[in-house]
Each structure stands twice: as structure tokens, then as C-alpha cells.
Nanobody
């Protein structure tokens, strides 16, 4: 069984920073990519950033230049450094892991609230 545990969410003022961490454990076959999704109230879950084995990254347009994703796959960790946060970044942030064989896992989510 695979578990993803997120940490680092919280309440921050606009312009502030937060760093999210995600630790993966359990019987992971082989990691293809890890990433962060978010879901704002009343909206669909959307991809924020992802990083594949090898280091290539992908960002949602609104976070480019403000967020940085990084990983340490030997430790099964992925991080999201968020800077210059905006109220529209508010939501529940979910860690995601994609195995090479296509199986996808989700964390329980961590709340990020940005006040104006």
C-alpha cells in the first residue's frame, strides 16, 4: 500500500511564502513523476506543477516564476516552494505520484489559505 503525506500548508498573507513537502512510502513500483495539484472551493482539481524522473518540470501558467517544484526520488520526496502567494492560490494542495506502470496515488491534501 502506498501512502503520500503532505505537510507545510497554512495561512499566509498575500506576498508571503510557503513550502509544501510530500513524503511517499509503501510498495512503490517505480516512480515516473510526482506533482502537486490544487482544488479551490467550487472548482475542479488542477495541476500546479509536476516533475518527472530526470528532472523535467511543468508548471501551470499562473504559478510560473513564483512556484518551484523539486524532488528527491531516492528519499521519495517532492517539494513545492511557493513565493509571492496570491489569494487565488488558496485551495487544498494534493500530492500526486505516478508510477511507470501507470498507477496514480494521491495524498490527503493540505490546506493553503492566502489572505489579501
Amino acid at each position: 500500500q502506498v501512502q503520500l503525506v503532505e505537510s507545510g500548508g497554512g495561512l499566509v498573507q498575500a506576498g508571503g511564502s510557503l513550502r509544501l513537502s510530500c513524503a511517499a512510502s509503501g510498495s512503490i513500483f517505480s516512480i515516473n513523476a510526482m506533482g502537486w495539484y490544487r482544488q479551490a472551493p467550487g472548482k475542479q482539481r488542477e495541476l500546479v506543477a509536476s516533475i518527472i524522473l530526470g528532472g523535467r518540470t511543468n508548471y501551470e501558467d499562473s504559478v510560473k516564476g513564483r512556484f518551484t517544484i523539486s524532488s528527491d526520488y531516492t528519499k521519495r520526496m517532492v517539494y513545492l516552494q511557493m513565493s509571492n502567494l496570491k489569494p487565488e492560490d488558496t485551495g487544498v494542495y494534493y500530492c500526486n505520484l505516478l508510477e511507470i506502470r501507470g498507477t496514480r496515488y494521491w495524498g490527503q491534501g493540505t490546506q493553503v489559505t492566502v489572505s489579501s
